[in-house]
């Protein structure tokens, strides 16, 4: 089964302010984004389990004009803290590669 | 609108300090902006510079594109103004930054007014705030309580465009802005020439990045937003680069966690609507709102949590790689023994160890933990109560670590490579963030002050 790094064109990952992380998927068209949203959508606990935080706290939003897909969720912990590993949440993406995509 | 031609032009750079392609500004001036913005900050690299007070950007790099910037507007007779100044945008970093302007202008005998907008809270207000259940938290972060605004060292609140507008209104030239909301260093200029709020508000949070809203980030290219009646377009100025429908509705988008309700101090920039058309290399926008709201300010606090001391040291050994868990666990043990021993409270230090290589960047969540990694960096991080504990704990990090034997015959050896001397790091205090909040306002430049400088 295909994954998300190859259906998709950009998969990335940023701090949206200190309290969350956003994910961005992008595809080439309508039909690779309508088959990684069923993917997303199809087992949140999985999908927060990759993320760290729980499926009652995700968000997604579908961005038509960019063939695209938003996650947002809370950060794990109260973020930029002593522990911090990745301030920027630049490459909190990772876990999401290999999610398969039917 | 109030300009001559009808249109309102807004020239706007990435982040001071970044650099910039300086042809591209000279074509950007060519279209005789009615602004030339930028911003200075961010919270994404942590409460640090909040909490320091420090200037996150090299003054040597700030100081070169300021002057580029001041020089341009001047010469074409357009504001100039600088959000999040100096990275936090508290008050030492507005000082620093603006005593970086005052020597640019000095040096270019330039006559200009100058306003200093602060950002740093009144702390009676806050607390006030507190009482009347007017702060609530963003995400995870806890109820704000008094004991949370007493522990802060530093709380700025983020404002939005009408105090800046007050400094522009105030006749100031330069406006160099405590801490502050991206677009709206945009926005003011835009809504005092009489643009509508949705077209001012959208056309400012498409190019508050600068070059990101570009095809090549790495060129450094401007981007200028001209606002007409009913649509706005977005445009690069250098010679070559390109703005998309792609790059421009994503630059607008990033950064928040609801991509269509951008919220601002005076209400929500709603894109929902938005329509994006590519013409040549712009872009036009037309479609979005703005939906008014009852005022609030964000509000970011930073506390003390310790001091840091580090020690940095690469493994190389397959036969302690595959037995790192152990290796750790039994290191920190020896740790704590230490601490003991030099009469430390365990409750005055937390040991963190990094194994770059490994899990140092997902933690708990990496997948991929199944293989012995070929090396690691591993670094033994402590935060203590002071520096001098974290010191103590971190200079013996190193023969403790290098001797420790866990597959036997490291005898007179040891499992560390060291590639600085010293190897240990004393890294100073670390903040972390005490206030993440919003605060309901009556007037949203309640918080705020300008003070006019003479130049």
């Known amino acids: 089964m295909a994954t998300l790094v190859e259906v998709a064109r950009i998969v990335k990952s940023a701090n949206a302010g200190a309290a969350w992380l956003t994910f961005d998927i992008e595809c080439d068209d309508a039909q690779a984004l309508a088959r990684v949203s069923a993917a997303l959508r199809s087992d949140l606990d999985a999908l927060a389990a990759r993320l760290g935080g729980a499926a009652a706290h995700i968000s997604l939003f579908e961005i038509g004009a960019l063939n695209s897909i938003k996650i947002s969720v809370p950060r794990r912990h109260p973020a930029c803290g002593q522990d911090e590993r990745d301030f920027d949440g630049l490459q909190q993406f990772i876990p999401l590669l290999d999610l398969e995509v039917p | ?455």
């Open chain 2, 1 to 455: 609108m109030t300009t001559v031609d009808g249109e309102i032009r807004l020239l706007a750079n990435c982040v001071v300090g970044l650099g910039f392609s300086a042809a591209g500004f000279r074509r950007g001036l060519e279209r005789h902006p009615h602004l030339v913005g930028c911003d200075a900050g961010s919270a994404d690299f942590g409460p640090g510079f909040l909490g320091t007070g420090r200037d996150s950007k090299s003054p040597i790099s700030v100081r070169r594109d300021l002057r580029i910037m001041i020089e341009g507007a001047h010469e074409v007779g357009c504001p100039v103004v600088i959000g999040s100044c100096g990275g936090a945008g508290a008050r030492s970093q507005l000082l620093g930054t603006a005593d970086i302007v005052q020597d640019i202008l000095r040096a270019r005998g330039i006559k200009a007014n100058v306003a200093l907008v602060h950002a740093d809270l009144d702390r009676s207000l806050l607390h006030t705030a507190v009482d009347e259940g007017r702060t609530r938290p963003l995400g995870m972060f806890p109820d704000l309580t008094h004991d949370d605004v007493e522990a802060s060292v530093n709380i700025v609140a983020m404002m939005g465009a009408g105090p800046i507008t007050k400094a522009l209104d105030a006749g100031a030239d330069i406006v160099l802005a405590g801490r502050c909301a991206d677009p709206a260093i945009y926005a003011a200029q835009a809504m005092r020439l009489g643009a509508p709020a949705h077209l001012a508000w959208h056309a400012s949070k498409c190019i508050d990045k600068g070059y990101l809203a570009t095809t090549e980030p790495s060129a450094g290219s401007l981007v200028l937003a001209t606002i007409r009646a009913d649509h706005f377009d977005v445009e690069p100025t250098k010679e070559g680069a390109r703005c998309t429908v792609a790059t421009v509705a994503r630059t607008a988008m990033y950064e928040n966690a609801d991509p269509f309700l951008i919220r601002q101090p005076s209400g929500d920039i709603d894109v929902t609507e938005a329509r994006y058309e590519q013409i040549g290399d712009a872009v036009r926008v037309r479609g979005s709102a703005f939906r008014p709201a009852s005022p609030s300010v964000k509000l970011e606090g930073a506390r003390l949590a310790g001091y840091r001391s580090i020690l940095l040291v690469g493994m190389r050994d397959p036969r302690v790689l595959a037995r790192l868990d152990e290796f750790l666990e039994r290191y920190e043990g020896l740790l704590h023994r230490i601490a003991r021993s030099l009469d430390i409270a365990q409750g005055d230090y937390r040991i963190l160890f990094r194994s770059f290589g490994r899990n140092a960047v997902l933690g708990d969540i990496e997948p991929a933990v199944d293989h012995v990694p070929n090396e690691i960096g591993l670094v033994v991080d402590v935060v203590a109560r002071t520096q001098e504990i974290a010191g103590a704990i971190v200079g013996r990090a190193a023969p403790t670590g290098s001797r420790l034997d866990v597959v036997g015959g490291v005898g007179s050896g040891g499992n560390f490579a060291y590639p600085f001397s010293p190897s240990s790091m004393h890294l100073g205090p670390v903040h972390e963030w005490s206030v993440w909040h919003v605060m309901d306002v009556r007037d949203e430049s309640e918080p705020f002050s300008v003070e006019l400088v003479e130049a």
